[in-house]
């Protein structure tokens, strides 16, 4: 409960600093098709009231990974019929990581980001909804494919993204993603020295499975937590 009400705390102080900074004129990303650990720089930026909460909820995620109950999460990934506990929906309730964070913009409106897992198959796909009626891009799809190094972690290859349109004819586009290490690398350069990526690519460490809650840190650096909403492959 903690964890919890530390993470709703957070995307409070966040979501008041996006309002502070689109009154003020600052600019929307132009960039929203940003995916985890393709990038790394932290979402608080230079905001020392959202670094001070981003610490204490990071405090709580390491506290609570120390009671983990499912010692072997990745049990069962990827082999058919092998009851993968991650299998489900997840929405997200915090990460400390900018490229996952998806900022409310005029033409788009809110938007809800979520992550459905396929355990048996070994599929992330991270999800974003934009909510604004009249937008021409209802959403996105990024598809990720994982690969199990161990009980605990899992390497990631971004394939695709698959962008959802409001349109009477071409409702979806496709498109197929360069290799994780061309990716990460573009980032890098495109980050102008912020993103500090590490040398093991994209992929993270579980540090916390129960039926309703998973935490994991990338092997980045940064740390996502997530609620589940449904259970199964989806």
Request: hydrophobic share 40%; aromatic share 8%; charged share 25%.
């Given at each position: ?9 957070f995307k409070?102080?966040q979501?008041?600093q996006?309002?502070?900074?689109a009154?003020?004129?600052?600019p ?7 995916a985890?650990?393709i ?6 930026g230079?905001?020392?009231k ?8 990071v405090?709580?995620?390491d506290q609570?990974?120390?009671s983990?109950?499912t010692?072997a999460?990745f049990?069962g ?6 009851g993968?506990k ?5 929405k997200l ?5 900018a490229?996952?964070?998806v900022r409310p ?6 938007a809800t980001?979520y992550?459905?897992i396929?355990g048996d198959?070994?599929?992330?796909v991270?999800?974003?909804?934009f909510?604004?009626?009249d937008?021409?891009l209802?959403?996105?799809r990024?598809v990720v494919k994982g ?6 972690e899992?390497q990631l ?13 071409l409702?979806s586009i496709?498109?197929?993603l ?12 495109a980050s102008?020295g ?24 990338t092997f980045?650096g940064?740390?996502f937590v997530?609620?589940r ?6």
């Amino acid at each position: 409960a903690q964890l919890l009400a530390s993470c709703e705390e957070f995307k409070a102080a966040q979501e008041a600093q996006w309002a502070e900074e689109a009154a003020a004129g600052v600019p929307d990303s132009k960039t929203p098709l940003q995916a985890e650990s393709i990038a790394n720089i932290d979402v608080t930026g230079a905001s020392t009231k959202l670094s001070s909460l981003r610490n204490a909820t990071v405090d709580l995620i390491d506290q609570l990974a120390q009671s983990n109950p499912t010692p072997a999460p990745f049990a069962g990934f990827r082999e058919a019929g092998g009851g993968n506990k991650l299998s489900g929906s997840w929405k997200l309730l915090f990460t400390t990581g900018a490229d996952a964070t998806v900022r409310p913009s005029k033409d788009k409106g809110a938007a809800t980001v979520y992550q459905e897992i396929d355990g048996d198959k070994g599929y992330f796909v991270n999800c974003v909804d934009f909510d604004a009626p009249d937008a021409k891009l209802r959403g996105f799809r990024v598809v990720v494919k994982g690969k199990r190094l161990s009980d605990t972690e899992v390497q990631l290859y971004f394939r695709r993204v698959k962008l959802l349109r409001r349109s009477r004819w071409l409702k979806s586009i496709v498109i197929p993603l360069p290799p994780s290490w061309l990716l990460r690398a573009v980032a890098r350069r495109a980050s102008r020295g912020k993103a500090e990526l590490s040398d093991r690519g994209a992929g993270f460490t579980l540090l916390y499975l129960d039926d309703d809650l998973r935490m994991h840190r990338t092997f980045d650096g940064q740390y996502f937590v997530q609620q589940r909403t449904s259970s199964g492959p989806q």
